[in-house]
Structures are given as structure tokens and as C-alpha cells.
């Protein structure tokens, strides 16, 4: 029997505008989100049995030398990346670890130090993980770059095409989580628009304006894990959050079905969620917050639906009727979601790690979703990245 995982301790840094924070290298990153989790815990470093570092833009080995920045202990360290999934991805090792038996302590990081402005790639000798994908989405929508757009945008007019979704259903997407993201001290953005700006500002990919697009990001956040056995000899149950669900799920045959949203990760997800809702015995209507991976507009709505939130093609009618918000049947998105938190790509994943712990302890201050904070309450994670992997985490206090 899989022996169970708990968060004890979270940290993060603000997420910044690339180069924004001058002689902010990944090390320092790591540093600060990574004593920031072990001080949450109340553990040194040095209790750490294995640590995962996520980081999708860097050397190999960049995971051992921001890890080093909180001590020198000779413990397996291991390198991440899964494209945007990364961060989650280090924390399903991490989890993976103590589950097994294998660790009672283990820590997760992720970082990134990014370029301003689209997302480029780094060889151009080899082909790209994403070029199956592209080629089959341009049999559909004429390409465009930057491809990470034109991938997004084309499943939202697809969307759009099929059920009837307005552009006005995806700004306001934007205008929500920019809205939430003021009372996150944490988030690169804190400018609340109205909707008439997001439907206003730059086309990067209609029906994608430039405010309903997640921006580059530099920053860290870090997750420390646990055992039952751990958790009790430290006394941290009363901060304790259980992993009571996790699942990764990598491309299927029907992401190729012909569909710009299959080949955006819809099928992913939905198996990702289908296995959460079987592992745990919960449904989406026992959920309370939730933290997921909208890059862009799109595709938190076609999240919404992947995800059992509401049937296909209904997620306009959840965003028309404030149903994802506050005083809404679920917070998505408090933080800000990547749209306006930021969106480093190795740290997203621990960063919506972190703010669902909060959230569950009651520690998000003026965004806090007064529901999560009891004892019954539920928080679901989504993260997905593109090549593909959806990480689908659920979490519920120890002391439940």
C-alpha cells in the first residue's frame, strides 16, 4: 500500500518581468523559494532526503547548483523538464518518492530565468518535440507565429466555431484573473482592466488580445514533501496538506484526432482528471479553489470543460455566470493564474503548489476562499505542457 504525501512547507518568490530584478540569477531564485518552503517546514536543509529541480531553459545540472544555495548534503538530486508542466512534474517525482517508501522528506523546486518577449527554442539541428503537433494543427488553422498562440488561439476559435463561445467569454476569462491577481503580492501583474481594455488591447492571435496571454516570467517556487512518519515526529499536522490524488498523463491517439483542442491537451486532461476523481472518490462539485494552466484565455475555458466542470462546450455559460470566481460555485484562479501572476515556466507548478496550501490553511490573506479554509475543504491543480504532460494534483488538510 502507497504510503501517503503531505506538503509542510511552501515558498516562492515574486514573479518578475525577465531582468526586471538586476543580478537576480536562478541561484539566488532557488535560494529564496527554496528557504522560504524549509522555514515554512521548520526544517533545515539538511533533513532534505532527495530534491527534483525543474527548469526548461538552462545547462544540465542547473537543478544541482541552485539546490546547492540551501546546503551541501551529497543527496540525489535530480533535473527536470517538461516543458510548462515542469514544476508539477518535480513535485509528481517528489511525491512519487515518499509514496514509495523510498524517502520520508524530499524537496521539489522549479525556476526560470527567461528572455523577454515569445518563446523561442534553443537547437534549430534538430526537430522540434512540437513540430507532429504543429504540422497537424496547420492541415486545420493556416500557421502563425509565435506557435504557442497560434496552438491556443486556434483551439479557442475552434471553440468558438462549434459551440457558439464569444470573444467577450474569453476576455472575460482575462479580466477575472487580472481582477484576482491585485491581492497577490506575488504576481508580476497587480492592475485589475476592465473588460473593454482586454477586448481593446494588441491581437496576438484572435480571439486572443495581448491581456489574455500569459507573459514571460522570472522566478522560483519550491514545495517541501513528506511521510505520516515524518509529520508526526516534527508535530506539522496543523499545516500539513495531504496529496490525496495525483496523476501525470502524457498524449494519447486522440490528441491527433483532427481537433485543434486534442492537440492543446483536452484528452490529456480529461483522462488526467477522469483518474483523479476515480483514485480519490471526490467530484468536481466537492472542489473549492482551484489553481490551473491558463497560459491564455482558451485554454482555461476548455480546462473548465476537460476538467468535468461543466459538460463540452458549455464553459462560456460557467465564465457568463460567474461561476468561476468569487461567490461563484469555484475560485478559479486566485492567485491570478499565469495569465497575470506570471508564468516562469519551471516555477509554475510549485507556485500553484503553494498558493493552494495557503489557501487550505487559510494563509491567502485578502484572496482567500473562505470555503478551502475548512477542515472538509478541497483544492485541485492543473498544469499541463505542451509535447505533452498534464499534471492533475488534489489536496485536502491533514487534519481533516
Known sequence: MAEKAYVVGVGMTRFEKPGRREGWDYPQMARESGSNALADAGIEYGEVQEAYVGYVYGESTSGQRAVYELGLSGIPVVNVNNNCSTGSTALYLAA????????????????????????????????????????????????????????????????MDRFGTTPEQFAKIGHKNHKHSVNNPYAQFQQEYTLDEILGAPTIYAPLTKLQCSPTSDGSGAAVLASERFVESHGLAAQAVEI???????????????????????????????????????????????ELHDCFSSNELLTYEALGLCAEGDGGKLVDNGDTTYGGRWVVNPSGGLISKGHPLGATGLAQCAELTWQLRGQAGPRQVESAARASGVALQHNIGLGGAVVVTAYQPANR
Open 96 to 159: 512519487q518518492a515518499i509514496r514509495g517508501g523510498l524517502a520520508d522528506c524530499t524537496l521539489a523546486l522549479g525556476f526560470e530565468k527567461m528572455q523577454p518577449g515569445s518563446l523561442t527554442t534553443s537547437y534549430s539541428d534538430r526537430e522540434q518535440p512540437l513540430m507532429k503537433h504543429l504540422l497537424a494543427l496547420a492541415e486545420i488553422y493556416e500557421f502563425a507565429m509565435p506557435a504557442a498562440p497560434y496552438m491556443f488561439g486556434a483551439a479557442g476559435r475552434e471553440h
Open 244 to 290: 490525496v490524488g495525483q496523476t501525470m498523463v502524457t498524449d494519447l491517439e486522440n490528441t491527433f484526432d483532427g481537433s485543434a483542442a486534442g492537440l492543446v491537451g483536452k484528452y490529456m486532461t480529461r483522462a488526467a482528471a477522469d483518474n483523479i476523481w476515480k483514485q480519490t472518490g471526490l467530484t468536481p462539485d466537492d472542489v473549492d479553489v482551484i
